[in-house]
DNA sequence: CAATGGATGATACTCAGTTTCATGACCGAG
DNA sequence: CTCGGTCATGAAACTGAGTATCATCCATTG
């Protein structure tokens, strides 16, 4: 998995030299400048130096080619989703977010490339909306296994998973529209947004300026870290 | 709408005989016998007594045989909201989900036998999460026009249209399933919830600095203080 | 050297969706 | 009745995505 040299066949979406780098360049280049229906494999393979067969083999169709690792983002979600408990739950969830969003963040000009293709290419828009109900339905599965059985409890992990999505979405589309200067404050005003909504609620009095909150809660002290961190 | 006759050339949905409906019928039907795809146009259109130009000019696409009217149910709903402002926001939201879940149990048996298409066939699934996003969006937007322009108030607005299309989703997919006694219970359940979230911030002000927090934990001092001092 | 296996390329095929053109039915005007 | 229009339909060819098959090449290994 980690060696190094050049053995990106596995992972389409790195960076280095090969045939798969190759690809994602000439099809970004060729879609940028001609447009994405305009723009078929035939093109983008020959523009890559390669064959269309290989251009199917390795992404299985020419929507995939532009978002490489849903996948790879979608285990690292659940994997921090899976390690934590009730207890923990909102902090894991916030958590969660910030892996995928930090994800986009890192890939930088690429992920804007990308972007201003979902927001012109309705096809590449509804492909992008498809994985986001992917994140939605895992987060959904963990809040729900967090609550009892009830049909509210239920009903409330649904609502709170399409909340986490929407909160991450809009954080992203900001940074990705260059309207956002510090996705971190962003998100974590969002999750607490979020949190605040979804939090058993606080008795919250209204405080004036230097009056007195009080807190009751049943939850341990990451999760009212969590809502205060967003003070 | 009402009219009889076999006028129902430019209603694509309608029951009456006509081409539309035998192609609807023929298509659902097939599916059925030997599955979504492996049932061809082709198949349909003859199965139809039709010719598959005919078909594709009357919808648009193969998947558009199973979703007819979500035009027609999106204006509904935007003709709801817009028949609304802040004050009646609340009611206007709950009513626009109500005309859509009420559509989709009115046509009963149809209803279910698209969800046992839907809930087998992806390219079918992915289509309708792209309606629903449609809903959201339109939420979205006359949830945003009813606050202030702030952020937080945006993002709560993209929240709680999130919401909104979560919880009507839920209530649909339990009633398909036969899960579901009462919907017009469940969905005044849901849409309470929603509202109970997101209805009345009971005047949060966030804390001055130097506000007192009180938080009861069964934790001694000094563990609190390590873990806020961690903030 | 021979054999094996993985990666690639070439080709042909299916099918969705588009476009173009021809046909035929209906209808009002002369 | 006939001409000239429109509109719904049908027929056929075309593009392009995705699949399947087979041949080839190359590198490793015995």
Redesign the interface.
């Known amino acids: 998995m980690t060696q190094s040299r050049d053995d990106d066949r596995r992972a389409p979406a790195a960076k280095g030299p090969g045939p798969a780098a190759a690809i994602v360049d000439a099809a970004f280049r060729l879609f940028n400048e001609f447009g994405y229906d305009e723009t078929s494999v035939d093109d983008i393979a020959s523009a890559a130096g390669v064959s269309r067969s290989s251009f199917f083999r390795l992404f299985g169709s020419k929507e995939m080619v532009i978002f490489p690792d849903h996948d790879a983002i979608l285990a690292a979600v659940e994997e921090r989703l899976a390690a934590s408990t009730q207890k923990s739950a909102i902090l894991a969830v916030s958590d969660a977010v910030r892996v995928v969003l930090f994800h986009y963040i890192a890939e930088g000009p690429l992920a804007r490339r990308r972007y201003q293709l979902t927001s012109t290419v309705p096809a590449l828009r ?1 492909r992008e ?2 994985s986001g ?1 992917r994140y939605q339905q895992l987060f959904r599965q963990y809040i729900s296994a967090w609550g009892d059985g009830t ?2 409890s ?3 992990g ?2 709170m ?3 986490v ?3 991450h ?2 954080v992203l589309r900001r940074w990705l529209r260059e309207e956002c200067e510090d996705p971190h404050m ?1 998100i974590d ?2 999750m607490a ?2 949190n ?3 939090a058993p609620p606080p008795a ?1 009095t ?12 049943d939850q ?3 999760a ?2 969590e809502q ?2 967003s ?1």
């Open positions: 509804e909306l498809i109900s049909e509210e239920e009903r409330r649904e609502l998973a399409a909340a999505v929407a909160a979405n809009r962003e005003q969002a947004q979020v605040a909504l979804f919250t209204p405080a004036a300026p230097g009056a007195i909150v009080v807190v009751r809660t341990d002290l990451e009212v870290a205060l961190r003070l």
